[in-house]
């Protein structure tokens, strides 16, 4: 969960979104969704990070930069 945390903070700062890893084919009934299969340079202002774990220590952030997602 931290490292996901992180990575999501590095995304927003550096106005990349990551691909969703090992995501080869998207389901005809799920392409409504955008689904990032390659990276994109796009700012973003807002992000949303989910954690869910065994035992029910679940965590949701959600992100937003400083900038208002331009600089």
């Known amino acids: 969960g931290a490292q996901e945390l992180i990575m999501c ?9 990551l691909r969703t890893l090992n995501l080869e084919e998207v389901a005809p009934e799920c392409d409504k969704v ?8 796009r700012k973003a202002e807002y992000a949303l990070s989910n954690n869910f774990a065994l035992g029910g220590i679940n ?3 959600i992100l937003r930069t400083r900038h208002g997602g331009t600089q």
């Open 9 to 17: 903070l590095m995304m927003l700062e550096n106005g990349v979104l």
């Open 59 to 61: 965590t949701s952030f």
């Open 34 to 41: 955008l689904h990032i299969q390659d990276n994109l340079k």
